[in-house]
Nanobody, 122 residues
Framework: VQLVESGGGLVQAGGSLRLSCAVS????????MAWFRQADGLEREFVGS????????FYQDPLKGRFTISRDIAENMMYLQIDSLKPEDTAVYYC????????????????WGQGTQVTVSS
């Protein structure tokens, strides 16, 4: 599985951004995909996950409401919509894929994109 993120950039606080993750290679079927983020000097943080075949989503509690994960099976794309952006959302955002059971642990994901930088100015 190959994953390529896009859509990052510099945004003012309060704005919105939609990140994309292009999926190629083997079919994901019932496996999970996820978004993680990593700010400078901090550990990689789980944002949320989606089950590829039925679209069921799960989010880290503090991020619920501002982050929305979706996917388009026909286009082999996963998305992360981020609303009401805050400076603390500044990070490199990664998409990941792999586990057959949903997880927030990076080690459970075998496939990763290269990341896309999101910078939120105050």
């Amino acid at each position: 599985v190959q994953l390529v993120e896009s859509g990052g950039g510099l945004v003012q606080a309060g704005g919105s951004l939609r990140l994309s993750c292009a999926v190629s290679g083997r079919t994901l079927g019932g496996r999970f995909m996820a978004w993680f983020r990593q700010a400078d000097g901090l550990e990689r943080e789980f944002v949320g996950s989606i089950k590829w075949n039925d679209g069921g989503t799960f989010y880290q509690d503090p991020l619920k409401g501002r982050f929305t994960i979706s996917r388009d099976i026909a286009e082999n794309m996963m998305y992360l919509q981020i609303d009401s952006l805050k400076p603390e959302d500044t990070a490199v955002y990664y998409c990941a894929a792999g586990p057959s059971i949903g997880s927030g642990r990076p080690l459970k994901y075998a496939y990763w994109g290269q990341g896309t930088q999101v910078t939120v100015s105050s």
